[in-house]
């Protein structure tokens, strides 16, 4: 099977959307980034994209190079009809765990957004104010969760550059909170820092109650 072309796999992304779009109704896509880290916050993105112009490098984000996706996040915040960007950070992860804490963040994204329909990546019962359809891998799947995707990862990923300048020891703009070797090495020797998620780390260093 031939591999699809950019704007072929954009125009197959835009189209699993049809069944709304077809009947006017105004969707939204979204993501989030970093439930996985062991630092810093969990961050969503709501985002409603127009169906013109299709910007061909909208896809998952994990399948995009950190220059391209910093390069298709500024394409999609001049393209988008409406972006919201929510977080939960480590303290809140900590007290509510994570799945709860990614919940609240994607709420505070969607409040920032008017929208028919909202697409989510696989999270169900969000209590949303419009209609919720959880998608599984809809970052593979649909345009519009793409397109959150990108914004929810490169506006995350800023977050741990600026992280990584207030705390250099730990290699954050490198490894962006994940439980690296380095990470890991850098956190027995110094300890976590207050971003730290104390529920995560309990694994590598003796943490307070």
Same mark, same amino acid.
């Given at each position: 099977?031939?591999?699809?072309?950019?704007?072929?796999?954009?125009?197959?992304?835009?189209?699993?959307?049809?069944?709304?779009?077809?009947?006017?109704?105004?969707?939204?896509?979204?993501?989030?980034?970093?439930?996985?880290?062991?630092?810093?916050?969990?961050?969503?993105?709501?985002?409603?994209?127009?169906?013109?112009?299709?910007?061909?490098?909208?896809?998952?984000?994990?399948?995009?190079?950190?220059?391209?996706?910093?390069?298709?996040?500024?394409?999609?915040? !001049?393209?988008?009809? $409406?972006?919201?960007?929510?977080? +939960? @950070?480590?303290?809140? =992860? *900590?007290? %509510?765990?994570? #799945?709860?804490?990614?919940?609240? !963040?994607?709420?505070? $994204?969607?409040?920032?957004?008017? +929208? @028919?329909?909202?697409? =989510? *990546?696989? %999270?169900?019962? #969000?209590?949303?104010?419009?209609?919720?359809?959880?998608?599984?891998?809809?970052?593979?799947?649909?345009?519009?969760?793409?397109?959150?995707?990108?914004?929810?990862?490169?506006?995350?990923?800023?977050?741990?550059?600026?992280?990584?300048?207030?705390?250099?020891?730990?290699?954050?703009?490198?490894?962006?909170?994940?439980?690296?070797?380095?990470?890991?090495?850098?956190?027995?020797?110094?300890?976590?820092?207050?971003?730290?998620?104390?529920?995560?780390?309990?694994?590598?260093?003796?943490?307070?109650?």
């Amino acid at each position: 099977m031939a591999r699809l072309s950019r704007e072929e796999k954009a125009e197959a992304l835009l189209a699993f959307e049809a069944p709304w779009r077809d009947r006017g109704l105004r969707v939204a896509g979204m993501d989030e980034a970093g439930r996985g880290p062991l630092v810093g916050p969990v961050v969503a993105a709501c985002v409603v994209m127009p169906a013109e112009p299709l910007l061909k490098w909208v896809d998952d984000s994990k399948k995009l190079s950190e220059q391209r996706r910093e390069a298709v996040y500024e394409e999609i915040m !001049a393209t988008a009809l $409406a972006v919201g960007v929510g977080t +939960a @950070d480590a303290a809140e =992860i *900590d007290r %509510v765990n994570i #799945l709860q804490a990614t919940k609240a !963040a994607m709420r505070r $994204a969607a409040e920032q957004v008017e +929208a @028919d329909l909202c697409l =989510i *990546d696989a %999270v169900r019962g #969000l209590g949303l104010a419009m209609p919720e359809e959880a998608i599984i891998k809809g970052d593979a799947q649909s345009y519009s969760i793409a397109a959150a995707s990108i914004v929810a990862k490169v506006t995350r990923d800023r977050m741990l550059r600026e992280l990584d300048a207030r705390y250099p020891a730990y290699g954050f703009a490198r490894n962006k909170g994940y439980g690296t070797a380095e990470h890991i090495t850098a956190l027995k020797a110094y300890g976590p820092c207050p971003e730290h998620r104390r529920s995560f780390i309990g694994h590598f260093v003796q943490v307070e109650p």
